[in-house]
């Protein structure tokens, strides 16, 4: 019995008698033979040849590293309308939320059939995104802030409205090397949030 299991703990009758029986298993520095353990030895397979085969570990097959990415030489401002709007909302977390975008790529996998935001369309063609796990939203509605996109030379056609957890920006979408798959959201003006 180790030392602190003793019958005060485990009366000596009926199932304390079991569990009594059971605690010789802990550490008590006897030798392997007194404590009932038993090393087995494991003796070298036979070959069909007749030899012995030594045992070997084979090593994993080594995965082929993947390609670095590609590096953008020109980023141009594009139409946020014409834009995916899964591939905007990936850029906005990246550049507004970059410690959350494992977890929006791991709730996205996880939901079937369905997106991982709300997409809402204006009438004049532009939209409204809310991506509420994230606190995220990104709006195309913003004439109210003509001034300071002037100031900031900012087209309204590649300019969004982001507003993400107590901070708001107009922000410039831009394409790698004019491809849409490849977007970034690039803060412009920090604006006061609403």
């Known amino acids: 019995v180790c030392e602190g299991f003793g019958s005060p703990h485990f009366p000596s009758s009926g199932m304390g008698q079991a569990l009594n029986q ?6 008590t520095g006897q030798g392997e033979a007194e404590r009932g353990e038993e090393r ?6 036979v070959a069909p040849d007749g030899t012995l085969e030594e ?20 980023w141009e401002p ?11 909302v990936l850029a906005a977390i990246q550049a507004f ?6 977890r929006y790529l791991s ?6 059939g369905s997106r991982g935001f709300e997409y809402n369309q204006h009438a004049d063609g532009g939209f409204r995104i809310c991506v509420t796990s994230h ?4 709006d195309t509605e913003i004439g109210q802030w003509k001034s300071q996109m002037d100031e900031a030379s900012l087209k309204a056609e590649s300019t969004v409205f982001v507003r993400v957890i107590g901070s708001c920006y107009l922000a410039k979408v831009e394409a790698g090397d004019g491809d849409r798959a490849k977007l970034r959201v690039v803060s412009v003006v920090t604006l006061e949030d609403e």
Do not use: H, I, M, Y
Request: with cysteine; net charge positive; proline share 15%.
């Open 22 to 27: 059971a605690l010789p298993l802990c550490p």
């Open 135 to 138: 606190a995220l939203t990104l």
């Open 107 to 112: 709730r996205r996998s996880q939901l079937q």
């Open 55 to 74: 045992a070997t570990v084979k090593e994993p097959a080594a995965t082929p590293a993947a390609p670095p990415p590609v590096q953008v030489k020109n």
């Open 78 to 88: 594009v139409e946020v309308r014409s834009v995916d709007a899964e591939t905007l």
């Open 97 to 102: 939320a970059p410690g959350g975008l494992r």
């Open 40 to 45: 087995v030895e494991q003796q070298p397979r």
